[in-house]
């Protein structure tokens, strides 16, 4: 049993080896995300070291403190000591979609930007002057026509901004619980797992 749960132990460290060896770190831009998957791969860890308490208890249940009990106890602080760290690093606002965040930016300066036109009745009127000399109105429409048609398009462009704005702020949203329970949630309840492990090992 011991050889079994140092095996998914070692299965553990070969997978975030490769998880951060396939990261580019000196790459320009977002702090690349490594969070989600560790937490996601440190359960297998949990698994192997309780395998081989279990197995170590069995074996020798005489002996309190044995290499093997010392090593577990050492590996799982070493666990524990990682998710408490991942810990602040889910809770990064900047941990999401670096692309989402900008496009949300964007849709709120051009909405922004639309509202400040459609309150400037010269550049409404402007607008409206455009539309006409586009072929957009009817030859005879009046300053009356031309004002109602900018009014009309810049109020289709904002619904538009707007109901694309809530789109991304939902996903956003739901990015964001998602992170929190499966990144956040989990990290410290594994944190704490890894602790009662480690002090099972040795007590």
């Not at 051009?110 to 002057?129: N, P, T, V, W």
């Not at 072929?135 to 901004?161: N, Y």
């Amino acid at each position: 049993m011991r050889w079994l749960g140092l095996t998914i132990v070692l299965v553990l460290v070969l997978q975030m080896a490769a998880v951060l060896v396939g990261i580019d770190w000196s790459a320009e831009g977002p702090r690349p995300q490594i969070t989600g998957p560790l937490v996601a791969l440190a359960p297998l860890g949990f698994v192997g070291l309780l395998i081989c308490l279990l197995a170590s208890r069995l074996e020798v249940p005489e002996q309190r403190l044995t290499p093997l009990r010392i090593l577990i106890c050492a590996l799982s602080g070493i666990l524990a000591l990682g998710m408490v760290i991942a810990v602040p690093y889910s809770l990064d606002s900047g941990s999401g979609d670096t692309a989402r965040t900008q496009n949300l930016d964007q849709g709120r300066q051009a909405l922004k930007e639309a509202r400040a036109i459609r309150d400037d009745s010269e550049q409404m009127k402007a607008f409206g002057e455009q539309l006409a000399q586009a072929g957009r109105l009817a030859a005879d429409a009046t300053d009356q026509d031309k004002l109602r048609a900018a009014e009309t398009m810049i109020d289709e462009q904002i619904s538009q901004i707007a109901t694309q704005l809530k789109l991304v702020e939902s996903q956003q949203k739901r990015d964001t619980r998602q992170r929190i329970i499966g990144g956040t949630t989990t990290a410290v309840v594994l944190a704490i797992a890894f602790v009662l492990l480690a002090l099972t090992a040795v007590l």
